[in-house]
T-cell receptor, first 113, second 113 residues
């Protein structure tokens, strides 16, 4: 079956612009996660949804970052007023339920000029 | 705070060799542990998931063990092939949240033909 998909795969933007990253989880997966990965590092947790409820946003770096999952399926991670330090790979994952194995999408490579 | 360390950071072996990748974590109160494979330009592929109550999991030429009390996991790859070349990431699902993965920095494996 289809895995986790993310779009766009690559995003280049200028400092100060807003960007929206999309994640389409595996069908039937109620849990959805966002991570951010810097070069040479493992992914770091940003936020977690159970169905449409955002249950943990402790990993979001600051209030320029927000995420939503309004219908409990597709999720959008939005970064407002982007800065160069926001450049990274943004990864989305989903799981059948909380605590079960997580499956990752291909990621969105964000570059802020 | 959970910390995950992977040793070695990089490993180069000739084809056909058996090898072991190591992962250690500081907080033994984990829910489960996942091993992932990361290929350039692609997402993370889940290889094995070990629940905290399990000692090992096997999939084909891969075997992962877990010693929760000592905070260690190993990934054993038998009869390595050039196609196994990738970065291998260990991720711990800490017991407190049972959804937040904490990753190591990974081991870059190169299998030479």
């Amino acid at each position: 079956g289809a895995g986790v998909s993310q779009s766009p795969r690559y995003k280049v933007t200028k400092r100060g612009q807003d960007v929206a990253l999309r994640c389409d989880p595996i069908s039937g997966h109620v849990s959805l996660y966002w991570y951010r990965q810097a070069l040479g590092q493992g992914p770091e947790f940003l936020t977690y949804f159970n169905y449409e409820a955002q249950q943990d946003k402790s990993g979001l770096p600051n209030d320029r970052f927000s995420a939503e999952r309004p219908e409990g399926s597709i999720s959008t991670l939005t970064i407002q007023r982007t800065e160069q330090r926001d450049s990274a790979m943004y990864r989305c994952a989903s799981s059948l339920a909380r605590g079960s194995g997580q499956y990752f999408g291909p990621g969105t490579r964000l570059t802020v000029l | 705070k959970q910390e995950v360390t992977q040793i070695p950071a990089a490993l180069s072996v000739p084809e056909g060799e058996n090898l072991v990748l190591n992962c250690s974590f500081t907080d033994s109160a984990i829910y489960n542990l996942q091993w992932f494979r990361q290929d350039p330009g692609k997402g993370l592929t889940s290889l094995l998931l070990i629940q905290s109550s399990q000692r090992e999991q096997t999939s084909g030429r891969l075997n992962a063990s877990l010693d929760k009390s000592s905070g260690r996991s190993t990934l054993y790859i038998a009869a390595s092939q050039p196609g196994d070349s990738a970065t291998y990431l260990c991720a711990v699902n800490s017991g407190g949240s049972n959804y937040k993965l904490t990753f190591g920095k990974g081991t870059l494996l190169t299998v030479n033909p």
